[in-house]
């Protein structure tokens, strides 16, 4: 078990290294600059900003530069978005807020989606099976914006004499409710899915068969045989959809104006603020390494016959 983390440790930041320079050249390869806006400033403006902030040097030395500051844990400051603010500040000011939705978001997908999944399993073939996956093709084909959209619609107005939520985002907890379940959706319907597909493999295997002979209830084969072992395929499905909710719907958080780390992270795309494309991106690429290496640690938890040394079955 020691010497797997450790390797996997070593490539997590191999994975890393890798993530930040491809990130680093194809920021510096799209066309633009921080500094163009409605009211261009002067070439010789442009000049000293780049100058201030090492913008005129090669790439390749930019980027050798920012991997010394990232060793000696400094992120650098934002160039447009907050000015001169440190980009860790921004983002362990707006994490907590994407966190919280996205928390409750894939809580509820978890409980909904599972059980929904199981039932689906158990009522193969009848109306409440064809049902259970009509739902979930549609919530699978259906982006994010979309069902936003429909919230929005059907719960603020959009239908006359129908105002249950307010349509933006003010830290009260009703305005929790519709970010929530937009960003919930598509991981509930794809869990729900999963768990079927998992459920109906597990049921057919002999030592469901063995515990049906022996009279065992369904409910007890259900949830505890055959749901454990169909855990797995599960779990390696919610190891980065975890990191990616967490971290905020970046669609999500911009429909709903929530000064999340998502929508921020689509803004400073849109304003070439470099230093936090890159800290949001490390931020999000080192999230989803580590919740796989979780992931990967609850496989023996589910599986004792895992061998994790191996690196397999």
Request: net charge positive; glycine share 8%; charged share 15%.
């Amino acid at each position: 078990m020691g010497k797997y983390v450790i390797k996997r440790v070593l490539m997590a930041v191999l994975t890393l290294f890798i993530v930040i320079c491809l990130t680093f050249f194809l920021m510096n390869a799209v066309p633009g600059s921080p500094w163009l806006s409605e009211r261009n400033p002067s070439q010789a403006t442009i000049d000293a900003l780049n100058a201030k902030y090492g913008l005129d040097k090669p790439v390749i030395v930019q980027l050798g530069l920012y991997l010394q500051d990232l060793l000696h844990g400094d992120f650098r400051e934002s160039l447009r978005m907050q000015r001169d603010r440190p980009v860790l500040d921004i983002i362990t000011t707006m994490f907590p807020i994407s966190a919280s939705i996205g928390a409750i978001a894939i809580g509820w997908a978890i409980l909904v989606g599972v059980p929904l999944g199981c039932l689906a399993a158990y009522k193969r073939g009848t109306w409440v099976d064809s049902l259970l996956r009509v739902i979930c093709t549609l919530g699978i084909s259906m982006p994010g914006f979309v069902v936003a959209t429909i919230l929005l619609h059907t719960l603020t107005g959009g239908i006359e004499g129908v105002n249950l939520l307010p349509a933006l985002f003010d830290g009260t907890p009703k305005s929790y409710i519709m970010p929530c379940l937009a960003l919930g959706f598509y991981p509930m319907c794809y869990l729900s899915r999963q768990t079927r597909t998992a459920m109906l493999d597990s049921i057919n295997q002999e030592y469901i068969k063995t515990a049906r002979a022996k009279g065992l209830k369904n409910g007890k084969i259900i949830f505890k045989h055959a749901l454990r072992n169909a855990m797995i395929p599960v779990l390696t499905y919610l190891g980065p959809q975890i990191a990616f909710t967490l971290c905020g719907g970046f669609v999500v958080e911009t429909v709903f104006s929530i000064p999340g780390l998502g929508r921020y992270f689509i803004q400073s795309i849109q304003n070439r603020d470099y230093p936090l494309i890159m800290g949001t991106t490390i931020f999000l690429a080192a999230f989803i390494i580590v919740m796989n290496l979780i992931v990967d640690l609850l496989y023996k938890l589910v599986d004792p016959r895992i061998n994790l040394s191996k690196g397999g079955n």
